[in-house]
């Protein structure tokens, strides 16, 4: 054979020794697969918040005609669920209201003594902003527990606190919480009956 013939066969044996090792990439590197550029390992699409339209709500009792059970009167937004075979009634006490001239309470009739049952407040919708406002109270500090619960199934911890003055009205803010489906108040303790008033609220829409 001669030296030239050598060199041929050399130089393809060499090209073929490359191609089984593997491919090259764009910039000349050889690749993983021998097949050439690898693929770009792409990140994943980040989620956008979902675009909710939110309403502002206040429920403040004041339309009602008479002294009535509102445990579902107001069920297009929310229902009250109370204990012990009681309901949430509307009062007519002017002087225990927020917004003449109606407040709620928990008791078994219309006009009958409170009970301070425990109950609880279901969205119909998950809401935000959430607030609303103690009345009668006569106890200065903490007088209840109240467990708020995301729709997400978190929940978190507040406490009721009053003032002491039983005319006087005391705001409950759970405004720090979004996506709201109920609130829990449970463990009301104060000497005398406690009344609630003004609700209000941003309930979601989609």
């Not at 009602?64 to 069920?75: A, C, F, G, N, R």
């Not at 009668?136 to 007088?143: E, F, I, S, V």
């Not at 009956?193 to 979601?204: L, M, Q």
Request: glycine share 10%; with cysteine; charged share 25%.
């Amino acid at each position: 054979m001669s030296v030239r013939t050598g060199w041929t066969v050399a130089l393809i044996g060499a090209f073929a020794l490359g191609c089984s090792l593997g491919g090259k990439g764009e910039d000349g590197r050889p690749s993983r697969d021998g097949r050439g550029d690898d693929p770009v390992d792409s990140e994943p699409a980040e989620t956008e918040p979902p675009s909710w339209t939110w309403t502002p709500v206040l429920i403040n009792f004041d339309e009602l005609p008479k002294q009535i059970d509102v445990d579902e009167h107001y069920s297009e937004y929310l229902t009250f669920e109370v204990e012990d075979g009681n309901s949430m009634w509307a009062w007519d006490y002017a002087s225990y209201s927020r917004s003449e001239p109606y407040t709620v309470y928990t008791t078994k009739s219309a006009g009958g003594a409170g009970d301070e049952s425990d109950f609880v407040i279901r969205f119909t919708n998950p809401v935000r902003a959430f607030e609303f406002w103690l009345l009668g109270d006569q106890t200065d500090g903490p007088l209840a527990k109240i467990t708020v619960t995301m729709e997400d199934g978190s929940t978190a911890e507040e406490l009721m606190v009053g003032d002491g003055g039983s005319s006087s009205a005391e705001r409950v803010d759970l405004s720090a919480y979004e996506n709201v489906v109920s609130v829990e108040v449970y463990e009301i303790d104060d000497p005398y009956t406690v009344n609630f008033d003004d609700f209000s609220f941003e309930v979601r829409g989609e």
